[in-house]
């Protein structure tokens, strides 16, 4: 999988990649990446970006060309993949969830549109995206977080490059519940004590007990997804919710 991030903050953008599990999926060659910034492909001499809304509204919109001319380069220089998708970060996206990282993780290239001002001119987004995506409602100052926040999310969906495969399937989400409450050593600290059960090594009262704790939280902190869950439904992107 090839991440393509366009953003005017090269810099900030590859420090998801530099860190942890990225990291090491960056070093074993299951993940590559490439930064792309629009100010490479202006044609002026302060290399503008951005320019005043038509229409006038306070702020800037970022314009046309460098991003189209960026494409051009990519695609003159036989950089885009046949399975590919391009997306937009906005918070007028669709909200990000499990499903869509988990469906956009089988692409082999993502191209991250990372926007900053008031917004990207229309025409880039009505030629290239396919896909807009909102990390949740409330406005960042760019696209740079949510763009990391979606390889983040993506890249755990990638084959082996979660260690443990099992905690992927058994991630919060993955089965339509949040996760169960974790312990560690030492089973008593400073006089609270691990649950009984878990140090009982009865396997089948510890899944028991997991799962208890997993249907209490969700249906207290997330009643819809609670609801999805009992209900069994389809959430509409044709994937059963619960139970896998
Ligand atoms: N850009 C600014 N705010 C954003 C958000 N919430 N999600 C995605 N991109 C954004």
């Known amino acids: 999988m090839e991440f393509v991030i366009i953003t005017i ?9 530099k860190w942890g599990i990225l990291r090491r999926a960056v070093e074993a060659g299951k993940v590559s990446y490439r930064l792309v910034d629009p100010r490479e492909f202006t044609a002026d001499r302060h290399k503008s970006i951005d320019d005043v ?11 046309c060309e460098p991003i189209f001319k960026a494409m051009e380069v990519l695609e003159a ?9 391009f997306i937009h970060l906005t918070p007028t996206g669709r909200l990000l969830n499990w499903e869509i990282a988990e469906d956009l993780a089988s692409n082999d290239q993502l191209i991250l549109l990372a926007g900053r001002y008031e ?15 909102s990390i949740g409602d409330y406005v960042l100052s760019g696209g740079e977080l949510a763009a990391m926040v979606l390889v983040d999310a993506i890249a755990r969906f990638i084959p082996e490059v979660v260690g443990n495969e099992q905690s992927v ?5 993955s089965t339509g519940l949040l996760d169960h409450p974790h312990y560690t050593r030492p089973a008593s600290f400073n006089g609270m004590e691990v649950p009984e059960v878990l140090l009982s090594g009865n396997h089948a009262e510890i899944e028991k007990w997991r799962r208890q704790q997993a249907e209490q939280l969700t249906r207290l902190r997330r009643p819809d997804l609670w609801e999805r869950h009992i209900s069994g439904k389809s959430d509409g992107n044709g994937k059963r919710s619960g139970g896998k």
């Open 9 to 17: 903050f090269p810099e900030f953008v590859e420090q998801v990649f």
């Open 53 to 63: 809304a038509y229409g006038g509204r306070p702020g800037m919109v970022m314009m």
């Open 77 to 85: 220089q036989d950089a885009l993949k046949e399975s590919r998708r």
């Open 119 to 133: 917004g990207i001119d229309q025409r880039v987004i009505d030629t290239f995206a396919d896909d807009e995506v």
């Open 169 to 173: 399937t058994q991630d919060s989400f």
